[in-house]
């Protein structure tokens, strides 16, 4: 007889609602599995007790895919943020016993720990997948970076090895150095770990990376603070050059993703494997399996593209309750190259683990896997939860990667993705200020390629910008008002990077075209656009720039003598003209003083865009009253004589904001460096 509680899981025709589902009351559960013997009964209330239902909530019971799959089990509470959704299931190759408790492919446990022996069995899977059936996912052994560690047999000393051209597969390592001081090669030790790595100096996270190595079969192991002599600036510059070629040459990237310190180790407890998201129940003579089904908290990478999350101090204790996107390894600027330029990249995070290739997403519970370049791209996704932004930079950069790739791609959107890697490499921290240029030269270097490769263009790099799209790459803004782990935006003392350059600020950016829906029409002219290098062609190693343009300026003009917090973004420049002011958004916190200060004309805004095509003049010789404008904010340089730097940007959206500014402009040829 079927049980009248649960009906054995089988839904009951509903006139008043569509689709086929079963609902119970859980106080009408919890009885019958007392005073019956349901086992079906019996099992509901193990697992609504275990995820902590109250007896007034209400379940709803679905079968996902008919008889044969996985079984969709929701509880409802009284209040919507306590909902939980739970998928009920065994292990493939396994019977449940009951014909609606099935398993799927993307339906799978996750281990508790990350340093579970199965784990590797994992891996390897993917490993063999992608060198077998990837069609995207080729792989050309190269000639290995100039040192790798040469990780041995597990009884072995790994050692440093000079490869002296040698080809091979080797893994690189992309891990937070964090506070801790960690082994580095120096000149006084190089010897040393060519002979011999000691192990009881290296970091936890290096230990890990070879055992890694080791249980996948790959030989070498490329890690930045040990295959780059530290203390030599000729070494490092030299390496640092190669840095494209060396993740983008590299077999696997292993991720350290949850580890905010080197001496804290790859491996975690893994969220999703937990007590609190996964269990197992007794049912007719075997197991079944619940798990909370991961939606909004599964995002469609690892390594999101969101930097807007506030840093948690419960990273030191690796907590579970982290986002992808707040995890150590995504705060780091280094990361955005290593992660771009990587054919192949294992990620360890604190859910769960992941991998990602040329051709596939997998991940360790199923729930997210994707192939990149299905044959039919209209198919239905697993992953349609996925927000807009999400799902847009799904595989955005594969083609930065590979060149060769026949992904669509027109000039315009290589130039808009490299203001999205800008955006993303700027929110990012960095354990040393001078690192700023070379953790992204290898990743220009490559865009340089793709540029010619895909469209036979020569392009000039400039400190994290490129010379054919300068004037639009130059209207950038620190976004002072995102709150995050990073300080207040400031400007390195010392600092060779030129100020009209992004990459002179410490701080968030954003491009002011990525942020308001007018017409933009640049209104200068570039004179003279160079950086002098100070290393080897991409090093990122520079001495200073010089940005000359021809412009409508204005001259002398003060901030408005009104109360002001100096540590403020956003300041109000006096118009003398109208008696009123207008605000700017300043590079840094910093106080810039009352001035004076040099406005120089910089783009025109105009919300029709007929009306802002009749006017083509690229330095006009006077400003559209009717049409909002962006102005760069200059003070006279104090290292350079005639020169100015640029201290901060003037949006005004409308023209009304900056009604008599320009009543005394005149044409020039301003410089700044």
Known sequence: MVCSTCNDLHPRPNPHRHGDNLSIS??????????????????????????????EDQITIRPEGGPGNVLSVAIYADLDENDIILTLFVPVGHDSGHELIGSSSRVRRVLATSDDEAIFDIINGWVEECEEDHNNCSYSMTPMPTRVLDVGLDDETPFLLETEGKTSQYATLSYCWGKTSQLKTTKARLEEFKEALPLDELSLVVTD????????????????????????????????????????????????????????????????????????????????YARVTPFQDHLGHPLGLNFEEQYSDRLAEKSWSLRPQELPLVRRAWT?????????????????????CDSWWHCEC????????????????????LNATQEANRGAFDWLRDPKRRVPLTLDTANHKWSTIVTMFAAGDLTYAKDKLPALAGLAQQFHRTLKDRFDVEDTYLAGMWRRNLERQLLWVVAGHIPGSKPLAHRPRGASIPTWSWMSVDGHIHY???????????????????????GREWSGIIKGGKLVLEAVVVHDLMLADVPRHTRSYTVQLAIPSSG????????????VGPGPFTCVYAASMDRDKEQSDKNDECVPERIDPEAGNLFFVLKVSTDEEGAYERVGIGIAALAFMTRGLWDDAKKETVTIV
Not at 228 to 235: A, M, N, P, R
Not at 259 to 274: A, C, E, R
Not at 582 to 587: F, G, N, Q
């Open 366 to 385: 199923g729930y997210a896997e994707e192939e990149k370049y299905p044959d039919d791209p209209d198919d239905e996704k697993p992953l349609a939860r």
């Open 512 to 534: 002011v075209s990525d942020e308001h829906d007018q017409d933009f029409k640049p209104r200068f002219r570039i004179l003279e656009a160079s950086i002098e290098p100070a």
């Open 209 to 288: 990376a070879i055992e890694i190595c080791r249980r996948i079969y790959i030989p070498y192991l490329w890690v930045d603070a040990l295959c780059i002599v530290q203390d030599d600036e000729e070494d490092w510059a030299t390496e640092a050059s190669r840095m494209c070629d060396v993740y983008s040459s590299s077999f696997l990237t292993i991720a350290a993703a949850g580890t905010p310190d080197n001496s804290l180790g790859i491996y975690s407890n893994q969220y999703f494997g937990s007590s609190q998201r996964s269990a197992s129940f007794p049912f007719r003579g075997g197991q079944v």
């Open 26 to 55: 859980i106080h009408d559960c919890l009885r019958s599995a007392r005073t019956t013997s349901c086992d079906t009964c019996k099992l509901l209330a193990d697992v609504v007790q275990h995820f902590h239902a109250e007896e």
């Open 580 to 591: 009123s002011f207008t605000l700017i958004s300043k590079d840094t916190s910093d106080d």
């Open 336 to 356: 955005v190259q290593e992660r771009i330029l990587s054919s192949r990249v294992l990620y360890f995070t604190l859910e769960e683990l992941w991998w990602e």
